[in-house]
């Protein structure tokens, strides 16, 4: 039986072959992830592990997030382009751009195609949008960016607490749409008043927690987003 370090750098070696063409190859994936993620510590600061994977912060970030997909999701993911980096990007292009280039990918014909061209190109977009624009965000924007970066544990927690913290049924919807997925997104009208919201727990000492541990370290995290 591998280790759980053995069982993330195969699950790695297999993912970065990224042959969303191959059925296989998605079967393989989706085993590999099975078996890591019931072998995740229940404690764990991400830092930490990746240093002790001798892995990127930033792949052992998106590899765990993989984890915690539905099998069904995860295997559309697999199955459209079959790549961590596209997932990532995904996040920072539009839907109607997002859909063009699953298109392209879609257009494959080899077992062995794999979606590093797309990533170049989504990369290239990006790098000329940014110098083009130079758009400095706003302090909102900034914030919605910052909570996409948490780990989803952290919104599993704040469902959980916010049940009883007699909110309105927006918030609840909020909440429930950002742990969804991290890909999510909130119109204006919605961030300013999730963020509002948020803000007024947060100076009421909703997310002063003691226990457990991974409770208390993600809600240290959401309320230094708010300057706390």
Request: hydrophobic share 35%; charged share 30%.
């Amino acid at each position: 039986m591998y280790s759980f370090s053995e069982q993330f750098r195969q699950t790695k070696e297999i993912i970065d072959k990224g042959l969303y063409k191959d059925p296989t190859w998605v079967e393989d994936v989706v085993l590999s992830i099975k078996e890591l993620k019931g072998m995740i510590p229940k404690e764990y600061d991400m830092t930490s592990l990746a240093d002790e994977l001798n892995q990127s912060l930033w792949y052992v970030e998106q590899l765990l997030m993989w984890c915690s997909i539905p099998e069904h999701s995860l295997r559309e993911e697999l199955n459209a382009h079959g790549s961590i980096l596209f997932y990532y990007l995904s996040s920072f292009i539009t839907p109607s751009e997002e859909q063009r280039y699953l298109e392209q990918l879609a257009e494959a014909q080899l077992k062995d195609s794999n979606a590093n061209h797309i990533n170049l190109l989504i990369l290239d977009d990006l790098e000329k949008r940014a110098t083009k624009k130079n758009k400095k965000l706003t302090k909102e924007e900034i914030q919605i960016q910052m909570f996409k970066e948490l780990e989803e544990t952290m919104w599993k927690y704040l469902g959980e607490d916010i049940a009883s913290w007699e909110t309105d049924e927006e918030t609840s919807r909020l909440v429930k749409k950002i742990g969804q997925s991290a890909k999510f997104n909130l119109n204006k009208k919605e961030s300013l008043f999730f963020i509002e919201t948020m803000d007024s727990y947060v100076n009421l000492g909703y997310f002063d927690v003691s226990s457990p541990k991974k409770k208390t370290e993600l809600y240290k995290e959401f309320t230094k987003i708010f300057g706390k």
